[in-house]
């Protein structure tokens, strides 16, 4: 059975106390971006400490307010309310549920209200009449206390049905052990090297030295134009990153600042230090959708036709000036949190920049680019729901079916601690759709543990099998980075550049040294990239090197090293 909330106004409340939970040290990963499931997904975690007996009644479950609360039968027996948990601090909480609405599709959200009167939104998603969807989310406990859950939506006329909740605490450490175990599994292979002589015979006991070149994964930070003229900068830069985003030089507000007087004079500097220091490009932005990041002379008076015409010229020049040169464009930026080009040239505007950019490089991946979607989950504007309903609107219209598109969340997180729960199940909601994730701008705000913070939003995005790249909104205090600052006026680490260097160090193999065993193997877990090895023989002196590459596609691969005497 299922034990459904009604809310006659706002919401439906759920009343949590104590109550023995069920220990799993395993997160799950498993979620859907199908809008419709005939049944609920059965709750996660067994309910976690949720209290899911299989009974016919809703014990522990209360009316918030002004709703009401009662329970139906439904098709096919399953778990449903809960009753009686306490949040510890420190603690780390995922949340899911089956939910849909008596009528239509509304946004229904999970809440979590504190006895100190604080609401935290755990999450969100689009419910249907008919149908279930999963519902993901979680927050992380600043301190012990009793917790009040409830389920809203702004449509006061419609009833929330709900099954199968689940909220399961884990522990710092078990939440890290889900990265270490997610990096081994997504950003790992396991390698097999075998040294012979040149007759093919196995060479035990040779040395081995291997040495990783580059990794696989994009792991990289911001520049500006204060790159081109301090030399102090670019050995910092390029000592330590292989990817980039200019933060405002590629921008129209840049590059026209006058209306028909282009000059990409700056763009083309950092392209040219970009290409020389082997540092592949995020183009940012073709477009911004924020009507007060327009150049001057593109105001809220320009006309419909003027600016038609005056956009299709900037999209023509700056996406045909790099095409082919740049690994991804962020085409529309904040489309969900503005609609500037949408007012002016029609609800398409967006879309049809897609296709314009794609045809004019179709070689490189398309990127939506969206601030709050994975750090702030009270911001309903750019919730994973609207990223993807966004999304599937781009797609949808003529000649984006084979868009080559990617999802870019931003990562600007504020001074508090970030809720890691929530922005994992928004990774797992959007990675789900397929497409890759990139987090595209990350910074936290400036607080005592803003290096903690940082490290703790890095090592859960580049643990996510959906992440596939990661660029950070950081840098040097002398070029004009002030909130996460990376190093100081004479380019000496912060706590934060400390971080940044360690997991760095961290996420590439080695330099290793190893000898073969009996039959000349070597056995050894790699991360991602190429490498270059050299094998000795102790006897002959002889020694050979050669390059190879270890990708995902290959689990399990083997290397063969021939040293001729």
């Known amino acids: 059975m299922f034990k459904e909330a ?15 939970g069920t220990s799993a040290s395993a997160y799950n990963y498993t979620t859907t971006t199908k809008k419709c499931l005939k049944e609920p997904l059965e709750a996660l975690y067994g309910g976690g400490i949720i209290v899911n007996p ?60 504190f006895p100190t009167g604080e609401n935290i939104r755990g999450g969100d998603v689009v419910a249907e009449h008919g149908c279930w969807t999963l519902l993901k989310g979680g927050i992380v406990a600043n301190f012990t206390s009793l917790v009040e859950i409830f389920f809203e939506s702004k449509n006061t006329l419609v009833e929330i049905w709900v099954d199968n909740v689940s909220l399961q605490p884990f522990t710092k450490e078990e939440w890290k052990s889900h990265q270490d175990k997610s990096i081994i599994e997504g950003r790992k292979s396991k390698v097999r090297l075998q040294v012979t002589q040149a007759n093919k015979a196995p060479l035990t006991g040779a040395k081995v030295s291997i040495k990783q070149t ?9 520049m500006n134009h204060n790159i081109l003229t301090s030399t102090d900068y670019q050995n910092w830069f390029a000592s330590r990153f292989r990817y980039t985003t200019f933060t405002n030089e590629m921008k129209w507000y840049s590059t026209e600042k006058i209306e028909g007087q282009e000059n990409y004079t700056i763009a083309d500097g950092m392209v040219k230090f970009s290409k020389e220091n082997g540092i592949s490009i995020r183009g940012h932005n073709v477009f911004w959708d924020d009507p007060k990041m327009q150049p001057g002379w593109v105001n809220s008076t320009i006309s419909p036709e003027k600016l038609r015409t005056a956009s299709a010229q900037r999209i023509n020049s700056v996406v045909s000036r790099y095409s082919g040169q740049l690994i991804a464009w962020d085409v529309m930026n904040e489309n969900l949190h503005f609609q500037f080009f949408e007012d002016k040239l029609g609800e398409n505007a967006s879309a049809a920049f897609y296709y314009t950019a794609q045809q004019l490089d179709p070689g490189t991946m398309m990127f939506m680019n969206e601030y709050n979607t994975m750090e702030y989950s009270g911001d309903e504007a750019s919730s994973p729901a609207n990223y993807k309903k966004k999304l599937e ?17 931003q990562g600007h997180f504020g001074s508090g601690q970030p809720n890691l729960a929530y922005m994992r199940s928004v990774l797992d909601f959007l990675g789900a759709t397929g497409y890759p994730i990139w987090l595209t701008e990350v910074s936290v705000g400036v607080g005592p543990y803003q290096a903690q913070y940082l490290e703790e939003v890095l090592r859960e ?61 070597i056995d050894v877990s790699l991360f991602h990239g190429d490498y270059e090895v050299t094998a000795e023989d102790n006897v002959t002196n002889s020694s050979a090197t050669l390059s190879f590459k270890v990708t995902k596609d290959e689990p399990q691969a083997f290397v063969q090293v021939q040293i001729d005497t």
């Open 54 to 113: 299989v009974n016919h009644n809703i014990e522990g479950w209360k009316a918030f307010g002004q709703g009401k609360i009662k329970e139906r039968i439904s098709k096919t027996a399953s778990n449903s309310f809960s009753q009686k948990v306490q949040v510890e601090q420190g603690k780390i909480y995922t949340f899911s549920a089956s939910v849909q609405v008596s009528e239509g599709s509304e946004i229904v959200a999970v809440v979590f209200k």
């Open 461 to 521: 995005g580049y643990s996510h099998p959906a992440v596939q790249g990661i660029i950070m909104f950081v840098g040097p205090i002398t070029a004009g980075f002030n909130e996460t600052t990376l190093v100081d006026k004479n380019f000496n680490n912060t706590p934060s550049g400390d971080v940044v260097d360690k997991l760095i160090a961290e996420w590439k193999t080695g330099p290793l040294e190893m000898t073969t065993d009996d039959q000349g193997f």
């Open 214 to 222: 580059k990794s696989d994964f994009p792991f990289g930070c911001c």
């Open 393 to 409: 609107e781009i797609l949808s219209y003529p000649g984006n079916a084979n868009l080559t598109a990617g999802i870019g969340l």
């Open 6 to 20: 009604c809310t006659s106004l706002l919401l439906a409340c759920i009343f949590l106390y104590y109550g023995d």
